[in-house]
């Protein structure tokens, strides 16, 4: 693995089903950070987790959930997908410690609701 | 309130120079942010403000005025490539974290 990882590339999915978007990063970044990107809204943040065993609500948290038990992992759930959650999901990582605070993203994942 | 202000979309000539104008208001200043996002794509960075001035990286420069909510992008010498779209993100620490624009897509043309 290089970099940042995500899967799956794309799914559909029936509402009211559950579906965990898969996060991984080999950086050993301490901080990682889930958002969503629609057209003209621009990427925002769900959520996100400043080091393993802590994680933090972002501006659009409702109907997701994640956890992180080790640096490199950081799962998204959608407990009960809604049609509004279709949506390309960006994970994120980033080196706080590094000064800049650089956020590396993942490739995406392409997600539909129906 | 948190807002990010920059054009929808700019067309230029190959070969040309484009300047993508980016105005924030934001709760905090911690840095400013441009990535460039192509179509399907993850976004990637091209540069980081945190003081007033340019910031120069090859065909790629990035300006900002704290005093203003103010920064920009400039390409130089476009190339067809560069056809993508171009997010600025501001570094306002707490919780939000990075807050982006809704990106600007740039399309080059022969």
């Known amino acids: 693995i290089a970099g940042i990882t995500q899967a799956p590339t794309s799914q559909i999915l029936a509402a009211g089903r559950r579906m965990t978007l898969r996060c991984t990063q080999d950086m050993r970044h301490n901080a990682m950070y889930w958002y969503r990107q629609d057209l003209g809204l621009g990427l925002r943040l769900i959520h996100y987790s400043n080091t393993a065993g802590t994680t933090g609500k972002g501006e659009v948290p409702d109907g997701y959930s994640v956890s992180r038990a080790n640096t490199d992992d950081f799962p998204l759930t959608l407990a009960s997908a809604v049609p509004s959650q279709t949506s390309v999901y960006f994970c994120?990582?980033?080196?706080?410690?590094?000064?800049?605070?650089?956020?590396?993203f993942g490739p995406g994942t392409r997600l539909t609701v129906l | 309130g948190q807002n990010i202000d920059q054009p929808t979309e700019m067309t230029a000539t190959e070969g040309a120079i484009v300047q993508i104008n980016c105005t924030y208001q934001t709760s905090g200043f911690n840095g400013l942010f441009w990535y460039q996002q192509h179509a399907g794509e993850a976004p990637t960075f091209l540069s980081y403000n945190v003081l007033d001035g340019l910031e120069e990286k090859g065909r790629f420069s990035s300006f900002l005025s704290r005093s203003k909510g103010y920064s920009y992008l400039l390409l130089k010498e476009l190339q067809m490539k560069d056809s993508a779209s171009y997010l600025c993100?501001?570094?306002?620490?707490?919780?939000?974290?990075?807050?982006f624009g809704a990106g600007t897509r740039l399309a080059v043309h022969p």
């Open positions: 994120a990582s980033s080196d706080p410690l590094s000064g800049t605070d650089t956020q590396y």
């Open positions: 993100a501001v570094f306002s620490g707490g919780y939000n974290k990075l807050i």
